[in-house]
């Protein structure tokens, strides 16, 4: 049972232009989620993340949105650049899970075209 | 400062042998987590450590096993290797606090033939 999905497995977008990628939860005890950035041969790199008491936090070129009542959250890169292709996990976890453990999406691959 | 730092970078191994794989923290992190990232999944939750005792465990079983030593320096351990085993293992670090961002090495490459 996935808790965590990300329905498109790839993005493709041209630079300069927005990237959204999205992110559906189904464990309503979720209250934190991040999104990582992964390259290939790298470990998953932070970019950034929002609490469930907010439904938008913002940092440079990345805006993460939050809908609790749908249980979605959205990615957004404005403007994309080419250096932004990779893999991108969103990610949540409970504050009464083990500890901090994070559950993963499965992972959306975007594209960015010079 | 240096970032979380695994190892060995890549491994191989054939089915029924042992593995131990390695991870420091970075420096001022107490808590240690091991993840399983299977090609073309997300990274799936194995063990947490925090001060030395096991704080989660995820849905693996027994064969997989973990422990973290004073320095904060954690071991990875799978026993009875199976052809399934093979991903890229990854550690994470952090403060050990609740909802906070972790901190991911590069990994362990394990192929298991």
């Known amino acids: 049972d996935q808790q965590v999905k990300q329905n498109s497995p790839s993005l493709s977008v041209q630079e300069g232009r927005i990237s959204i990628l999205n992110c559906d939860y189904t464990?309503?005890?979720?209250?934190?989620f991040l999104w990582y950035k992964k390259y290939p041969a790298e470990g998953p790199t932070f970019l950034i993340s929002?609490?469930?008491?907010?439904d938008k936090n913002e940092d440079g070129r990345f805006t993460v949105f939050l809908n609790k009542s749908a249980k979605h959250l959205s990615l957004h890169i404005v403007p994309s650049q080419p250096g932004d292709s990779a893999v991108y996990f969103c990610?949540?976890?409970?504050?009464?899970?083990?500890?901090?453990?994070?559950?993963f999406g499965g992972g959306t691959r975007l594209m960015v075209k010079p | 400062d240096a970032g979380v730092t695994q190892s060995p970078t890549h491994l191989i191994k054939t089915r029924g042998q042992q593995v131990t794989l390695r991870c420091s923290p970075i420096?001022?992190?107490?808590?240690v987590s091991w993840y399983q990232q299977v090609l073309g999944q997300g990274p799936q939750f194995i063990f947490q450590?925090?001060?030395?005792?096991?704080?989660g465990r995820g849905n693996f079983p027994d064969r997989f096993s973990a422990r973290q030593f004073p320095n904060y320096s954690s071991e990875l351990n799978v026993n009875a290797l199976l052809l399934g085993d093979s991903a890229l293992y990854l550690c994470?670090?952090?403060?050990?606090?609740?909802?906070?961002?972790?901190?991911f090495g590069s990994g362990t490459q394990l192929s298991v033939l």
């Open positions: 994470a670090s952090s403060r050990g606090r609740a909802n906070e961002k972790l901190f």
């Open positions: 464990n309503s005890m979720f209250d934190y």
């Open positions: 929002i609490s469930s008491i907010k």
């Open positions: 990610a949540a976890s409970a504050v009464n899970n083990a500890g901090n453990m994070l559950t």
């Open positions: 420096s001022g992190h107490k808590s």
């Open positions: 450590y925090y001060e030395k005792e096991e704080r």
